[in-house]
């Protein structure tokens, strides 16, 4: 199993651009979550899943959409990237909500 | 809803100390409570987690936590530290049935000297 995988590593934008960070997971787990992670803040959930066709929004949702189309993928798309948007993207997947979530490498986003 | 208030953001102990981390949470529901370990330009990984049963709870690399419900706390502890546990741990909690959102506590960075 490859587990949670998250492409790309890294990726720098321009302010206003759009991108789409792409989380996949083997596990036919049914919960997904993408969190951002910044200096002092720990981790902040942005969107969240319980299954294909099933989302919600979580702390800082704002500028972010997702959708789930399938049980293995969760893309996160940022529709015009804005500096504030500067950051570590988790994803994260489990099963059931005594489940411990298990967690992508990350990706590093820089908007200038 | 639930948070979670991690006591120090910063613990600096020497190699082969014994450490403990402090987490405190809030809910109005029963939890489930986890460690997080996150070593350097890596994502995070689970140390431990408690659902229900016995208090004391045992994890990876030597790790344990203790839940103490009358004072909803749920600390990290470790009798002897290795430089190799230099990395930021993060407390999170989760409440029973319903919701499944994760919350975290900011992290603590544990930095083991020799």
């Known amino acids: 199993n490859a587990g949670v995988t998250q492409t790309p590593k890294f990726q720098v934008l321009k302010t206003g651009q759009s991108m789409t960070l792409q989380c996949a997971q083997d596990m036919n787990h049914e919960y997904m979550s993408w969190y951002r992670q910044d200096p002092g803040m720990g981790l902040r959930l942005i969107h969240y899943s319980v299954g294909a066709g099933i989302t919600d929004q979580g702390e800082v949702p704002n500028g972010y959409n997702v959708s789930r189309s399938t049980t293995e993928d969760f893309p996160l798309r940022l529709l015009s990237a804005a500096p504030s948007q500067t950051s570590v993207y988790f994803c994260a997947s489990s099963q059931g909500d005594a489940a411990a979530q298990y967690f992508g490498p990350g990706t590093r986003l820089l908007v200038l | 809803a639930q948070s979670v208030t991690q006591l120090d953001s910063q613990v600096p102990v020497f190699e082969e100390a014994p450490v403990e981390l402090r987490c405190n949470y809030s809910?109005?529901?029963?939890?489930?409570l986890f460690w997080y370990v996150q070593y350097p330009n890596q994502g995070l990984q689970l140390l431990l987690k408690?659902?229900?049963?016995?208090?004391l709870v045992k994890g990876i690399n030597g790790f344990e936590a203790e839940f103490n419900k009358s004072q909803t706390s749920f600390h990290l502890r470790k009798p002897s530290v290795h430089i190799s546990d230099t990395a930021e741990y993060f407390c999170a909690v989760r409440g029973w049935g319903g919701s499944e959102k994760l919350v975290f506590g900011k992290g603590t960075k544990l930095t083991v000297n020799p």
């Open positions: 809910s109005s529901v029963s939890v489930y």
């Open positions: 408690y659902l229900s049963g016995s208090t």
